[in-house]
């Protein structure tokens, strides 16, 4: 069965640093697009990033929505099927449900997707609260 879990989350002061794990299970992570996502109360998901699947001679590449700011790092870990969002310099306006994803697609060459409505498989989410 696919299961994706996200954990990590809490509450942390403007300026620090979390990092969430989506911990996959019933697929091997690494060869399938991951995205994150976040959704604020009252608002739209939108997509913090992704990072495409491994190919036979291809290692997936993270790309970042606006948001990011070039605050964000996503990472796979292969050694425990999981893939990482490193969070630095946190603000305010960063609150919100964190959620990741995937397609489920398997092989697909490289790129991913920043629209949430591309991928089908989703965790239940975690809470990440910035605040003083």
């Known amino acids: 069965q696919v299961q994706l879990v996200e954990s990590g989350g809490g509450q942390v002061q403007p300026g620090g640093s979390l990092t969430l794990t989506c911990a996959g299970s019933?697929?091997?992570?690494?060869?399938?697009?991951i995205g994150w996502f976040l959704q604020a109360p009252g608002k739209e998901r939108e997509a913090v990033g992704c990072?495409?699947?491994?190919?036979?001679?291809?290692?997936?590449?993270?790309v970042y929505g606006d948001s990011t700011e070039s605050r964000f790092t996503i990472s796979k870990d292969y050694t425990d099927n999981t893939v990482h969002l490193q969070m630095n310099a946190l603000k305010s306006d960063d609150t919100a449900i964190y959620y990741c994803?995937?397609?489920?697609?398997?092989?697909?060459?490289?790129?991913?997707?920043?629209?949430?409505?591309?991928?089908?498989?989703w965790g239940q989410g975690t809470q990440v609260t910035v605040a003083s």
């Open positions: 990072i495409d699947g491994d190919g036979r001679s291809y290692r997936g590449v993270p």
């Open positions: 019933g697929f091997h992570m690494p060869y399938y697009r």
């Open positions: 994803a995937t397609d489920l697609v398997s092989n697909a060459g490289p790129g991913c997707y920043l629209k949430a409505q591309k991928y089908d498989r």
